[in-house]
């Protein structure tokens, strides 16, 4: 049982290029999320899906797509990657929201240059 | 928008010594949860709070869920080196978790 599974773990990419942060999950859970995590700032959301085929905006989605074809896979793009996107991202799932907690995949550090 | 505060900031304690931290909030919440973060990893569920006034614990970490629903702490007891790592609470809602800033732990042995 994996659990959360991001790839790559580590990426640099220059400004202006397009990339696709992987995350799969093999709990049969029906939420996911994207978070990127900067120094001083916490967690914070990007984007969510509640079950196949739904995604919704968070906190953070400017510079960011997502998609969910499937209940295992949310993959988070990045149309053109600036300097500001710089930071630690994480994929989290959980079966329900609320009262079960979410499960963290460990991470992708993206420098943009 | 979201926003849990959560203090200290940051900690610097002796190995051995216990330790508190909290997170507040200006809006009433029906779930707490607190979640570690070890260096290079994502975060872990440590305890999570479903009504007012509710205390748990999970070994040498106890968290209560306060009575006005504005606000939790998590102690830990008789820390040891492991506990290093980032502590965050978090919030549910809107189909959603939402974190407060965090409180860095740093064990001294």
């Known amino acids: 049982n994996a659990g959360v599974t991001q790839t790559p773990k580590f990426q640099v990419l220059k400004t202006g290029q397009s990339m696709t942060l992987q995350c799969a999950q093999d709990m049969n859970h029906e939420y996911m999320s994207w978070y990127r995590q900067d120094p001083g700032m916490g967690l914070r959301l990007i984007h969510y899906?509640?079950?196949?085929?739904?995604?919704d905006q968070g906190e953070v989605p400017n510079g960011y797509n997502v998609s969910r074809s499937t209940t295992e896979d949310f993959p988070l793009r990045l149309l053109s990657a600036a300097p500001s996107q710089t930071s630690v991202y994480f994929c989290?799932?959980?079966?329900?929201?609320?009262?079960?907690?979410?499960?963290f995949g460990s991470g992708t550090r993206l420098t943009v240059v | 928008g979201q926003q849990l505060n959560q203090s200290p900031q940051s900690m610097f304690i002796q190995e051995g010594e216990d330790v508190s931290m909290n997170c507040t909030s200006s809006?009433?919440?029906?779930?707490w949860l607190w979640y570690k973060q070890d260096p290079g990893e994502g975060p872990v569920l440590l305890i999570a709070?479903?009504?007012?006034?509710e205390l748990t614990s999970n070994g040498r970490l106890t968290a209560q869920f306060g009575i006005t629903r504005k606000d939790s702490f998590l102690n830990i007891s008789a820390s040891i080196p492991s506990d290093v790592g980032i502590y965050f609470c978090?919030?549910?809602?809107?189909?959603?978790?939402?974190f407060g800033t965090g409180t860095r732990l740093t064990v001294i042995p």
């Open positions: 709070l479903y009504k007012a006034g």
């Open positions: 989290a799932s959980s079966y329900h929201n609320s009262n079960y907690g979410y499960t």
């Open positions: 978090g919030r549910t809602g809107a189909n959603n978790l939402f």
């Open positions: 809006s009433i919440f029906n779930t």
């Open positions: 899906s509640v079950g196949a085929g739904i995604t």
